[in-house]
T-cell receptor, first 113, second 109 residues
Framework: DTGVSQDPRHKITKRGQNVTFRCDPI?????LYWYRQTLGQGPEFLTY????????KSRLLSDRFSAERPKGSFSTLEIQRTEQGDSAMYLC???????????FGAGSRLTVL | SQQGEEDPQALSIQEGENATMNCSYK?????LQWYRQNSGRGLVHLIL?????REKHSGRLRVTLDTSKKSSSLLITASRAADTASYFC?????????FGTGTRLQVFP
């Protein structure tokens, strides 16, 4: 149990299709982060929320990507018109309250054919 | 890229030997963290060192931090086969963590 539930765990899609990932933290967290990790690389920051407000977006997050956290609890990450370069593990992450030590979800692996 | 760099990219040692990994980062930091990732698994937090600390120990782990050089090192003493994993440093600039590219450690029994 990582404290963060992500769904789906694995998504295989054809290029050009849209995909949506959902993240559900088990407990309340003011902040929620999305990272992306490709094979052999460290996690790359995508975006983060303070409650329902999206405070920062990485340059990696093109206009095909959109993230929401409508009630300040769960979050969704949508990728429109997927490209093969979008293939990666998408990680939802929440910090501990008093430090920025991160708890990672198991991730949602995207494979774009 | 904002990502930090780690050195070496890969490290192979025998059980019982020490393993040292180095990390350089680019931002000013609140703290520097190290994470471990077993193959096919999620990242797990190992140790955190604050920007006003120079050295920290936790079990067989020893972390150093040099903020003037924007660098950190992780030493694993008396390594075990179970230490085989990828290790990532992460610079915390208060808003977010910026991860390094990682060191893949292989410990042979």
């Amino acid at each position: 149990d990582t404290g963060v539930s992500q769904d789906p765990r694995h998504k295989i899609t054809k290029r050009g299709q849209n995909v949506t990932f959902r993240c559900d933290p088990i407990s309340e967290h003011n902040r929620l982060y999305w990272y992306r990790q490709t094979l052999g690389q460290g996690p790359e920051f995508l975006t983060y929320f303070q409650n329902e407000a999206q405070l920062e977006k990485s340059r990696l997050l093109s206009d095909r990507f959109s993230a929401e956290r409508p009630k300040g609890s769960f979050s969704t990450l949508e990728i429109q018109r997927t490209e093969q370069g979008d293939s990666a593990m998408y990680l939802c992450v929440v910090p501990q309250f008093t430090t920025n030590v991160l708890t990672f979800g198991a991730g949602s692996r995207l494979t774009v054919l | 890229s904002q990502q930090g760099e780690e050195d070496p990219q890969a490290l192979s040692i025998q059980e019982g030997e020490n393993a040292t990994m180095n990390c350089s980062y680019k931002t000013s930091i609140n703290n520097l963290q190290w994470y471990r990732q077993n193959s096919g698994r999620g990242l797990v937090h190992l140790i955190l060192i604050r920007s006003n600390e120079r050295e920290k120990h936790s079990g067989r782990l020893r972390v150093t931090l040099d903020t003037s050089k924007k660098s950190s090192s992780l030493l694993i003493t008396a390594s075990r086969a179970a230490d085989t994993a990828s290790y990532f440093c992460a610079a915390d600039n208060t808003d977010k963590l910026i991860f390094g590219t990682g060191t893949r450690l292989q410990v042979f029994p």
